[in-house]
């Protein structure tokens, strides 16, 4: 039994490596599915968050077997736990590496029960991290002549499955539902990318600044999660604005940049992808250095240069399966609607965000 358990092992660890390596890499997957109940004293009561998306709500840091307790949507559900006096159980459905098609298909669709629970009163996902990913490398890869397709495929993919996943909501999620959240993308590598490509531009013959050519590409894809969102009944948590941009006026135009920079509903996408690139541009920073105020900053990106900081412990999620758990709030008030940590990690804020537009009662 032990020549065995010892050849059975000798076989698995190359595979554990290789799945390591593999679970960074755009193209591969890992399901990380948690859920974590914020308990509430004195009270009975308990409702759902549920979340769909990909490694972003996972709260992936880098392993295969584990994930940051407080990713955004168990931050949410902390403020939500306060706000109506009771336990709420945060339900994160996730696959890392999952493109948009992955999540609607895999994970909202096939794993709808969640947000069917009578118990249910948020849903919220986000997608579409990956598909863009995987098209800033098939670009940055590219030699010859530039095809731009690989970026505008992405977008038009994106806008297939955000749409598909907000009818299918609307139409599955239980009635009782108060509050659904879309997420839309913070820029990863923004920094990374301010160099030029290996590639030409067909028209000019000259080689083009990528962080320009990603930049036009999320915005378009931002303003389309927005938008549709507006007119499915949907919230949109603006994490572009509330990663990339300070949370002081630093262009001295009188409004604070993160506030400045966000989707104003009903905005055409040319006016939105202007502002964003040209006439706001010089207030983007990479969410690696997140300004809070003129002399201080944050980290809102992993070493990765692209998941969301956290902090705090990390639960069972991935290689071994899925965990549960339940624990009391760290936070039992919220001076103005944040808690003191609020502005400090990517989760934080990207969990704040969702919080916004919590409904005031169950």
């Known amino acids: 039994m032990h020549t065995r358990f010892r050849n059975s092992l000798h076989?698995?660890?190359?595979?554990?490596?290789?799945?390591?390596?593999?679970?960074?890499?755009?193209?591969?997957?890992?399901?990380?599915?948690?859920?974590?109940?914020?308990?509430?004293?004195?009270?009975?009561s308990k409702y759902r968050v549920v979340a769909y998306g990909d490694s972003i709500y996972a709260g992936y840091n880098g392993s295969v077997t584990s994930?940051?307790?407080?990713?955004?949507?168990?931050?949410?559900?902390?403020?939500?736990?306060?706000?109506?006096?009771?336990?709420?159980?945060?339900?994160?459905?996730?696959?890392?590496?999952?493109?948009?098609?992955?999540?609607?298909?895999?994970?909202i669709v096939a794993e709808r029960s969640?947000?069917?629970?009578?118990?249910?009163?948020?849903?919220?996902?986000?997608?579409?991290?990956?598909d863009g990913l995987q098209a800033r490398t098939a670009f940055k890869s590219q030699e010859g002549s530039c095809d731009y397709s690989v970026l505008t495929a992405a977008e038009a993919s994106c806008?297939?499955?955000?749409?598909?996943?907000?009818?299918?909501?609307?139409?599955?999620?239980?009635?009782?539902?108060?509050?659904?959240?879309?997420?839309?993308?913070?820029?990863?590598?923004?920094?990374?990318?301010?160099?030029?490509?290996s590639c030409k531009d067909p028209s000019s013959g000259a080689t083009v600044k990528m962080q320009d050519r990603f930049l036009l590409s999320i915005a378009r894809i931002n303003h389309m999660m927005c938008d549709v969102a507006r007119q499915k009944g949907f919230m949109c948590a603006d994490n572009f604005a509330q990663?990339?941009?300070?949370?002081?006026?630093?262009?001295?135009?009188?409004?604070?940049?993160?506030e400045a920079l966000r989707y104003v509903a009903g905005e055409s996408q040319s006016s939105y992808v202007n502002?964003?690139?040209?006439?706001?541009?010089?207030?983007?920073?990479?969410?690696?250095?997140?300004?809070?105020?003129?002399?201080?900053?944050?980290d809102y990106i992993q070493s990765d240069d692209t998941h969301p900081s956290y902090t705090g412990s990390t639960v069972t999620a991935g290689l071994w399966g899925g965990?549960?758990?339940?624990?009391?709030?760290?936070?039992?008030?919220?001076?103005?609607?944040k808690n003191p940590i609020w502005d400090q990690y990517g989760h934080e804020r990207m969990g704040w965000a969702v919080s916004i537009f919590n409904a005031a009662a169950p």
């Open 11 to 44: 076989k698995l660890l190359p595979a554990l490596a290789l799945l390591a390596l593999g679970a960074q890499a755009a193209a591969s997957t890992l399901n990380q599915n948690v859920s974590w109940t914020i308990d509430r004293p004195g009270t009975s």
């Open 67 to 107: 994930a940051a307790k407080y990713s955004a949507p168990t931050v949410d559900a902390e403020y939500l736990s306060a706000q109506w006096n009771a336990g709420i159980e945060s339900v994160r459905r996730t696959k890392s590496g999952a493109i948009a098609s992955d999540v609607y298909n895999n994970k």
């Open 114 to 130: 969640y947000m069917q629970a009578s118990n249910t009163r948020v849903v919220t996902f986000e997608m579409c991290g990956n």
């Open 159 to 197: 806008k297939t499955y955000v749409t598909a996943a907000m009818d299918y909501i609307n139409a599955n999620a239980y009635a009782g539902v108060k509050t659904k959240v879309i997420s839309n993308l913070h820029y990863p590598g923004y920094t990374a990318d301010n160099t030029q490509s």
């Open 243 to 258: 990663y990339m941009g300070a949370d002081y006026d630093a262009n001295g135009d009188g409004k604070i940049d993160a």
């Open 275 to 298: 502002r964003v690139s040209s006439t706001l541009r010089s207030t983007i920073r990479d969410a690696n250095t997140h300004f809070v105020s003129a002399s201080s900053s944050y």
């Open 323 to 337: 965990s549960s758990g339940n624990g009391a709030a760290r936070y039992s008030s919220f001076a103005n609607g």
